[in-house]
């Protein structure tokens, strides 16, 4: 039962969150909301446990197209970065900044970029392409996001400033048409550098956020030195370039893990 314990871990973590907001501001939404991509999510560990091979897609179509199609296009919330300053600026906490809150601002202290490799409706397309490990050299490109982060501010801020009507209606625009662009932009990418995620290395904005957080997470890949031959399979296979082979923190790309487990999986000694 002792493998079991991360995927309990997870979900009594999202069934607390789960029912402190249901509580605290009387919407049984919420509860079925987190209670849903806790159980997609733990579902997804639960199987790779099991060694299913496709367990963390699964966990990425459960939660990807529900907030992609359920509460974006049904619902009409923009969970974009767009949305998320909208709420902020407007000071509701609901929707978007209660999503930011705990998927990529405050939870990433204890799941780190775990939203990556699980939840993300962009990347949940992406990784369905043909570079599933990098075929080369990183770039330096990684100060584009703060670019991107810049631009959907002050697009907000903009809206704010210049007393636009009609606000949620142009959010929902925006939310189509920036899923449009994140879509087109991350397949042209993923081609041109031979990379599934240069995305979410490059132009994701939401990395500025997930990206100092992670830094402290609690859950982590760990080498175990007395079994690690340093055979380098599991810098090999890891979509992120991260140097698995580094305990500490200051790894190289250790903020981008995406916990995926590729490491893991192809560890030849089982050391990680």
């Not at 099991?50 to 990425?60: G, K, L, P, T």
């Not at 330096?140 to 703060?146: A, D, E, K, Q």
């Not at 801020?157 to 087109?184: D, K, M, Q, T």
């Not at 175990?224 to 580094?246: E, F, H, N, T």
Request: net charge positive.
């Amino acid at each position: 039962m002792k493998r079991y314990g991360l995927p309990l871990a997870l979900l009594l973590v999202f069934e607390t969150v789960a029912v402190a907001l249901w509580l605290a501001l009387d919407n049984v939404f919420y509860l079925f909301n987190f209670s849903y991509i806790g159980l997609s999510v733990s579902l997804g560990i639960f199987l790779y446990i099991r060694q299913y091979r496709h367990a963390r897609r699964i966990a990425q179509l459960l939660v990807g197209t529900y907030m992609l199609v359920y509460l974006g296009l049904i619902c009409g919330e923009n969970m974009q970065i767009e949305g998320f300053w909208y709420y902020l600026f407007t000071g509701v906490f609901e929707a978007a900044t209660i999503h930011y809150a705990v998927a990529k601002i405050f939870g990433p202290l204890v799941f780190g970029r775990g939203w990556c490799g699980y939840a993300c409706w962009t990347a949940m397309v992406l990784d369905f392409l043909p570079y599933q490990t990098p075929r080369r050299p990183r770039k330096r490109l990684g100060w584009i996001r703060c670019v991107t982060f810049a631009a959907s501010l002050i697009f907000v801020a903009a809206l704010f400033l210049l007393h636009v009507g009609r606000l949620e209606r142009i959010l929902f625009w925006a939310f189509l048409i920036g899923n449009a662009v994140y879509y087109a932009l991350g397949i042209a990418l993923a081609f041109a550098f031979q990379d599934n995620r240069a995305f979410c290395k490059y132009i994701c904005p939401v990395t500025v956020f997930l990206k100092p957080m992670s830094y402290f997470s609690l859950l982590r890949i760990r080498r175990d030195a007395a079994k690690c031959v340093s055979c380098g399979r599991c810098r090999q296979v890891c979509p992120m370039d991260v140097d698995v082979l580094d305990d500490s923190r200051r790894r190289k790309n250790g903020t981008e893990c995406i916990l995926c487990f590729e490491c893991v999986r192809n560890c030849p000694k089982n050391a990680l």
